[in-house]
């Protein structure tokens, strides 16, 4: 059967916030949960990822998980190593232990973030997209945390039979603002079509996708993410010339340009809290 009751940690955050508005017109009901409260939520569940009682009771009866808290962008080790690794395992462990049969992981494409981004005009010819079996090569702490996700999803999936669908997502905000979030934007209404996909896929084991719409200049393989049943309807290509206008086309001798992660691989983005 469909899953119903979904687990949505990390439902304060910006994805979070969007797939509350979105996700239940898929017919899913949410229990919200997140370390800091949500004001119009008055019964999500605030706890954090280190409280594996909370996590138990939060996962007990839910038919899957969408798993999106933790630290989205760099932090120390120490942090990074509370809230994204100890934390995802104390979920997992929770999962396991209440039956949970399906997680949906919110991985990052920082985990490939020192990948070479592919060159050429757009859109690139299938064999020039970064497949999704490409070397992990993280670019923070933060990206290294989501190759850990990944991993720790393969273990749950091939010693205890949860099955994982990891998405390595690109940049899902309602618009993009930068010349490299049109290669790897993901429209929140296609981030809940892959979601759904995600949650409700004829697929068992761990599965890795890349995470974006259509986009016209694309650096990835999106057969992947097609394959679980997702058909994204978006592409940033219509707020190309203005972005390219203000910013110019990415130049591949500028170190915060060359790889998949942008200015992750030189002056990442740091966690204010
Ligand atoms: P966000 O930073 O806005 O939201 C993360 C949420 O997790 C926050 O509400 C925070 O309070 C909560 N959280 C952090 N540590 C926690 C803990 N120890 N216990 C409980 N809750 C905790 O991030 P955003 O943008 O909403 O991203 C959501 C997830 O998707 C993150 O895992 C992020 O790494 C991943 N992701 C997001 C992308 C995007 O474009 N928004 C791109 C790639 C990955
Ligand atoms: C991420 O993993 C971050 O969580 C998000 O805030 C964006 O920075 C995104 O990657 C990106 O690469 O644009």
Known sequence: PAPRTILLTGA??????????????????????DVRPIPDAPDAIVADLADRDA????????DAVLH??????????????????????????AVREEGVRRVVFASSNHAVGFTPRPEGAYPLPP?????IDTPLRPDTYYGLSKCFGEDLAQLYADL??????SVRIGSCFPE???VRMLSVWMSPADGARLFH????????????????SANTRLWWDLAPARALGYEPRDDSEPFAAKLVAEQGE???DEPAHANLGGAFCTTPPVWPY
């Open 250 to 252: 990415l130049d591949p």
């Open 127 to 131: 064999e020039a997209l970064i497949p």
């Open 12 to 33: 304060a955050g910006g994805l979070g916030t969007l797939m509350r508005g979105l996700l239940p017109s898929y017919g899913y009901e949410l229990r919200l949960f």
């Open 160 to 165: 205890h039979g949860v099955d994982t669908v």
């Open 55 to 62: 996590l138990r009771e939060a996962v007990r009866g839910a």
């Open 197 to 212: 996909a995600a949650l409700t896929a004829d697929v068992t084991g761990h599965t890795v996708v890349y995470g974006s």
């Open 176 to 178: 993009p603002t930068t």
């Open 68 to 93: 999106l808290a933790g630290i989205s962008l760099e932090s120390t080790f120490d942090k990074i190593l509370r809230a994204n690794i100890e934390g995802t395992h104390n979920l997992y462990e």
